[in-house]
Antibody, heavy 116, light 110 residues
Framework: EVQLVESGGGLVQPGGSLRLSCAAS????????MTWVRQAPGKGLEWVAS????????YYEDSVKGRFTISRDNAKNSLYLQMNSLSAEDTAVYYC??????????WGQGTLVTVS | QSALTQPPSASGSPGQSVTISCTGT?????????VSWYQQRPGKAPKLMIY???KRPSGVPDRFSGSKFGNTASLTVSGLQAEDEADYYC??????????FGTGTKVTVL
């Protein structure tokens, strides 16, 4: 069974940093693109970043470019999101998701990041 | 990228059908056959219901179907059931390895 478990969320002050982690199991992690998607309280879904299997290619939504860094460790079956220069607009539940067929076919339960 | 446009709400009685639209541009929905649909129940993670416009992942009932015409994609839920009550989001590839989601539609089963 595919499992994705996010961690690392919490309360951080504006301008601060936070590193999210996503532990993957139940599939061959190194074979898949991975993605971070966020959802502000009471709002819709927003794509944040994606990373290729080998970490050679990374892509970001415009509002997080230069502030967020997506990375992965295939040996540890883990995905990360380093978030710097956080603002109130970054407050959201952050989901990690596996990408297959240009869609997110498995999702974690999410981790809440509050910037205040 | 701007969010894809969905109606805020849709409703139907049990057994009826409901169709949700998702309007984008030629740079996203109209330009690629990579539209997906997600169901999200309150307090839960999204669940993939449709990918590549009209394909269903294993385990998704065939009551769910997807289509696309021009810059607008649609999700139809036939034979509505109480368990279908949820928020639904479309998503599209937008080129250059970027993605865009829709504004979301709350489906109510009357």
């Amino acid at each position: 069974e595919v499992q994705l478990v996010e961690s690392g969320g919490g309360l951080v002050q504006p301008g601060g940093s936070l590193r999210l982690s996503c532990a993957a199991s139940g599939f061959t992690f190194s074979n898949y693109w991975m993605t971070w998607v966020r959802q502000a309280p009471g709002k819709g879904l927003e794509w944040v970043a994606s990373i290729k299997q080998s970490e050679s290619d990374k892509y970001y939504e415009d509002s997080v470019k230069g502030r967020f860094t997506i990375s992965r460790d295939n040996a540890k079956n883990s995905l990360y999101l380093q978030m710097n220069s956080l603002s109130a607009e970054d407050t959201a539940v952050y989901y990690c998701a596996r990408r297959q067929n240009v869609a997110c076919d498995s999702w974690g339960q999410g981790t809440l990041v509050t910037v205040s | 990228q701007s969010a894809l446009t969905q109606p805020p709400s849709a409703s139907g009685s049990p057994g009826q059908s409901v169709t949700i639209s998702c309007t984008g541009t030629s740079s996203d929905v109209g330009g690629y056959n990579y539209v997906s649909w997600y169901q999200q129940r309150p307090g839960k993670a999204p669940k993939l219901m449709i990918y590549e416009v009209s394909k269903r992942p294993s385990g998704v009932p065939d009551r769910f179907s997807g289509s696309k015409f021009g810059n607008t994609a649609s999700l139809t839920v036939s034979g509505l059931q109480a368990e279908d009550e949820a928020d639904y989001y479309c998503s599209s590839y937008a080129g250059s390895n970027a993605y865009v989601f829709g504004t979301g539609t709350k489906v109510t089963v009357l």
